[in-house]
């Protein structure tokens, strides 16, 4: 079945780092691909999406392409802040929906000022 | 806005008490709801999904009898944990959906944590 891996955590930068998180996937076909985040007491939400193979999902500062013959999503943010403190899940689901979504561990990032 | 609520935040329990969880959707009507679980360290892992006066589709190896779904309104559904023991202690998470822009996005809330004892 489907599945998807992410670098485990918890990854601690200072403030202004360079970010990088990798997630790669198992998937049949040509799937949608996500990034959530979590804040702290918060539910999880849609950071950036990418729903073909080269697209670019941005948001926030925050980067992801859609690799398909490395089948990865890596996030990526050139100068991290406090504020991005947060949990950050990739997922991916079916083409074309968000619907049945497959979730990777999460990772947990904190910048320290 | 789209904004989902889950109560109780957390919950501790004696083990053979059933414990109710609600999500709400609090701006917004729901295509439909899902019913997430997640252990440390791990994946959120679907339990269910369900739609507003339908029975909810449980995945694989969910015990429906276990896991009580109830989506009594488009922005209502509940999880109702029956005889809970100490492994059914875990984080529930729910989403509810609605398409926009030609695309169904799931909204999640926060969470609620369950402790069995």
């Known amino acids: 079945g489907d599945s998807v891996t992410q670098m485990e955590g918890p990854v601690t930068l200072s403030e202004e780092a360079f970010l990088t998180i990798n997630c790669t996937y198992t998937?049949?076909?040509?799937?949608?691909l996500f990034w959530y985040v979590q804040y702290p007491g918060e539910g999880l939400q849609l950071l950036l999406k990418?729903?073909?193979?080269?697209d670019k999902g941005s948001n926030k500062g925050f980067e992801a392409t859609y690799r398909k013959e490395t089948t990865s999503f890596h996030l990526e943010k050139g100068s991290v802040q406090v504020s991005d403190s947060a949990v950050y899940f990739c997922?991916?689901?079916?083409?074309?929906?968000?619907?049945?979504?497959?979730f990777g561990s999460g990772t947990q990032l904190t910048v320290l000022p | 806005g789209a904004v989902v609520s889950q109560h109780p935040s957390w919950v501790i329990c004696k083990s053979g008490t059933s414990v109710k969880i609600e999500c709400r959707s609090l701006d917004f009507q729901a295509t439909t709801m899902f019913w997430y679980r997640q252990f440390p360290k791990q994946s959120l892992m679907l339990m269910a999904t369900?739609?507003?006066?339908?029975?909810?589709?449980?995945e694989q190896g969910v015990e429906k009898d276990k896991f009580l779904i109830n989506h009594a309104s488009l922005t209502l559904s509940t999880l109702t944990v029956t005889s809970a023991h100490p492994e059914d202690s875990s984080f529930y998470i729910c989403s509810a959906s609605f398409w926009r822009e030609q695309w169904e996005t799931q909204y999640f809330g926060p969470g609620t944590r369950l402790l069995v004892l």
């Open positions: 369900s739609n507003e006066g339908s029975k909810a589709t449980y």
């Open positions: 997922a991916l689901s079916d083409p074309g929906s968000a619907r049945q979504l497959t």
């Open positions: 998937a049949t076909g040509y799937p949608s």
């Open positions: 990418a729903t073909k193979a080269d």
